[in-house]
């Protein structure tokens, strides 16, 4: 018989008015790397949760080494030698990268901490995995990839056999995955057992040995990686096909809809400029993507574009009107649409429910405001239900959820159905598919195609490269706040844009603003 | 010259005491507002036991047995906070507030009832402790020295030893900062919380205590302590949540506080030909000019003033 590290046999854990685990079976073996996949609210967190104790189990066992165990609090799971790295990480910021790793586990003499001991173990354990960190650095002043790798000291300093990695590569730069990976090999390599969730097929293929995959809750299969496919496991989590590539009618240009001259946005990090003599046209019936490594300028010509900073330089014409110095509000009724980068800082007001989030861009015209000025809740409820139909945006209690309490996911659909009913001339749409998960991300891809069919211009901004060169007719490189390369995502490869984006290659772009 | 030092030392002890407290709590993560309603309390606690202990105990005795009446009775009141607060989720600042109301208000109810219930005719809010409070003292040469303000350095040694070198510091501060990483360890954060409220309590007891010794030996309920709490704040905020700053912080105050008292004595002081009572608005001036200048860059621990709620991730 094969040896568990820990099993999870036959959970089921139900919520008010869903099943959220309903008889899922997850069996890691030592010292592989096991993927959990899963689209967002596929139960993969709510089976977490179950193996930390933060939830009990209705049915089901959980057994480590053979033997049933029960798990009431993270404490019980902690003392069964199972940690976890959370997607968002738990780190006091004003602490040393040691005392985040010893707290709740110090050694102590008499009450006084025993640094020097703590230190020595970090150290070794450091050296051991090869997780270089500076000890005494303040977790506030340190990279993202360093404060992972402190979390995963973490683990390992309380000598945890089973290794959880929630979403780990979400918020790292493309070397620190690496990196990442590097490690969670090392780790496998010297007796750990990871489960690793996530919901990127490329970095599954990449290390991990064995795949249980999850969709609305229930149990899939298990499968080997080695016998696998991106495709086959898109196909598992998704339950049908899904399309890698996305289908597009020949481009039919029409109008400028969007003419940037020599624009310049000040930085607020720096004394450089953000943007620096930018200029570009978006026309009708085109996706225009601006590709580049974040941090390069994209934020804050986006901030420019939709009035958020004001221009230090240039002139920007939407429509043929001069919408420079326009303020936000009339941007935005004159035929542009934004779906922001930050959907909890721009997109949404998250206290509000999903139908005064839906209405937000208008609940000031007729239709919603009487002219007293109160509120005509009716229309607006209608209104919201007809765009959660249409976009299908599922939450929990439809137009009066809590946008707080919906998914990531559903967030963004609703975003995308504000944005898009108002009917836009030109769609700008910042990072839309950001941190969503395959489904999501071809509706997404799908809904700005159908804005350029309809003749409208998209200006779409990215950092995921398959999706530049998927979903766009024409890509500006931006380096450094300026445009370094223009490009037919026909006629260029990924290397060659990769070269381009940072910074090693440029050409002036022969017809931009023609 | 040397009056100034021993006003000076004595109302610093005051607000290093206090600050420390809700130094304690704020690391906790609790917002404690409510400290001059604590001071009040502690201090009524101490006042009685002075004055209801019998006059011929000995001097180690009597401190102990008062600085223990005021510590727990600002426990005790400060456990209101910690319930709502912690318990039942309350607005921290709200609940601060309450407290500064109840406070002197039940401390002037009660002494008055004390009072009328000795003498028909006596409503004052006054308890006087004259006898007692003798043994706080000792003179070295014309310098009157308090034992409180011994007491009040050894508060804060101990405090900076447990805030930076225990388990119980490191843990106290994480549920200051990010309770949910703490919870995430094994730490039960309420308990943290409370912990620290108590402590807030037992200080700031011992510090209003402390205020209604400083020089007098009957003190008047309806004055209450005059914003020494709300002073406290201001030092524990100039002190940056540091125990080290808020001793300095609290040394600067306290002259500022003294001087009010004592400036008849410099001749450079009576020359200004100022109005005794602006020498007296001197401190909670300096307070004011004071927070808009340090509050800026802030260095309040991240979770404070947030209920914990376990739920939330």
Redesign the interface.
Known sequence: MEQYAIEMLHITKKFPGIIANDDITLQLKKGEIHALLGENGAGKSTLMSVLFGLYQLEEGEIRKDGQTVTIHD??DA?ALGIGMV?Q?F??????SVL??I?????T?RG???QKAEARKKVMALSEQYGLSVDPDAIIEDITVGMQQRTEIL?MLYRDNEILIFDEPTAVLTPQEIQELMTIMKNLAAEGKSILFITHKLAEIMQVADRCTVLRKGKYIGTVDIKDSTPESLSAMMVGRDVNFVVEKAPVELGDVVLDVQHMTVASKHHKNNAVNDVSFQVRRGEIVCIAGIDGNGQTELVYGLSGLEPLKGGKITMNGVDITHLPIRKRLTNGMSHIPEDRHKHGLVLDYTLEDNIVLQRYFEPEFTSPMGFLKRKNIRSYAERLIEQYDVRSGQGPITKARSMSGGNQQKAIIAREIDKNPELLIAVQPTRGLDVGAIEYIHKQLVAQRDAGKGVLLVSLELDEVMNVSDRILVLYEGEIVGEFDPKQVSVEELGLYMAGSKRKEAQDRAN | MILLLQYTLIFASVLVLVALGGCFSEHSGVINIGLEGIMVMGALGGALTMKYLPPDLNAALVILIVILACVVVGMLFSLLLGVAAIRFNADQTLVGTALNLLGPAAAVVLVRAINMAEDINNVSTTVAYGTAKKAFTTNIGSFEFNWFMLVALLVLIASYIVLY????G??L??CG??P????????NVYKMRYAGVLISGALGGLGGLVYITAGVSEWKFENGVAGFGFLALAVMIFGQWKPINIGLAALLFGLFRALSNVYTGFDVLVALNLPNTVYNMLPYIISLIVLVFVSGKS?AP?AEGIPYDKGQ?
Request: hydrophobic letters at 35%.
């Open positions: 993270p404490n902690n959370h968002h738990k780190l006091v910021e004003c602490f005392d985040n010893i707290l709740g586990a110090e102590t009450g006084f901490l973490k | 070198k225990t388990r119980f490191l843990r501060c994480a900062e990010h949910q990483a703490a919870d995430s360890v094994g730490i260095k991240k991730r």
